[in-house]
């Protein structure tokens, strides 16, 4: 199984900031098959970014996604307030399917 | 636009079955090929993959589930359904229904429901 860590736990940011969200995978993620999604509280997960630095349909583009293999990160250029959130990544290129543990961003 | 929405019984005693059904409005459920999943959600394991199935009935499922674990499709009904046997307190989380984006097994999940509460009560 490949177990995800995300870092930091919380980050604690004012609105304009740039966040920087880490993935790091226990063993290689084959063809970049790393999800990114946002959660806000009393909601389902949303969909930010697949296969690495693929932006899903109607994700503003101060989102994006970069990394291979085991190292993955997750920027937010300028951040809005409605970016303050918990957010996850996810495997899917091996089984079982994985998620870390997330990170939440804070308004500082 | 696609949508999906769980459903099913917010209370379910230890040792029983859970069963959980997703409806899909919007489209159909077999028309793009779509591969169709159940994922959980707890304060302390986080998010959990349960388990996918393609519109025609192949099942794949997380190991760790695997022996307590059905999912089905009903393209008829354009629904697909999951039964977690032998239920324990270890099996109380928000459940999930989601869709594989473009119609893809090693792919993300594009498209989720609302979420259901399911709590295993002693």
């Known amino acids: 199984e490949i177990v995800l860590t995300q870092s930091p736990g919380t980050l604690s940011l004012s609105p304009g900031e740039r966040a920087t969200l880490s993935c790091r995978a226990s063993q290689s993620v084959s063809s970049s098959y790393l999800a990114w999604y946002q959660q806000k509280p009393g909601q389902a997960p949303r969909l930010l970014i697949y296969g690495a630095s693929s932006r899903a349909t109607g994700i503003p583009d101060r989102f994006s996604g970069s990394g291979s293999g085991t190292d993955f990160t997750l920027t937010i250029s300028r951040l809005e307030p409605e970016d303050f959130a918990v957010y996850y990544c996810q495997q899917y290129g091996g089984s079982p399917r994985t998620f870390g543990q997330g990170t939440k961003v804070e308004i500082k | 636009q696609l949508q999906l929405q769980e459903s099913g019984p917010g209370l379910v005693k230890a040792s029983e079955t859970l069963s959980l059904t997703c409806t899909v409005s919007g489209g159909s459920i077999s028309s793009n090929s779509d591969y169709w999943g159940w994922i959980r959600q707890t304060p302390g394991k986080g998010l959990e993959w349960i388990g996918t199935i393609y519109y025609s009935g192949s099942t794949y499922y997380n190991p760790s589930l695997k022996s307590r674990v059905t999912i089905s499709v009903d393209t008829s009904q354009n629904q697909f359904s999951l039964k977690l046997s032998s239920v324990t307190a270890a099996d109380t989380a928000v459940y999930y229904c989601?869709?594989?984006?473009?119609?893809?097994?090693?792919?993300?999940?594009?498209?989720w429901g609302q979420g259901t509460m399911v709590t295993v009560s002693s």
């Open positions: 989601a869709r594989h984006l473009g119609g893809n097994y090693y792919n993300a999940f594009d498209i």
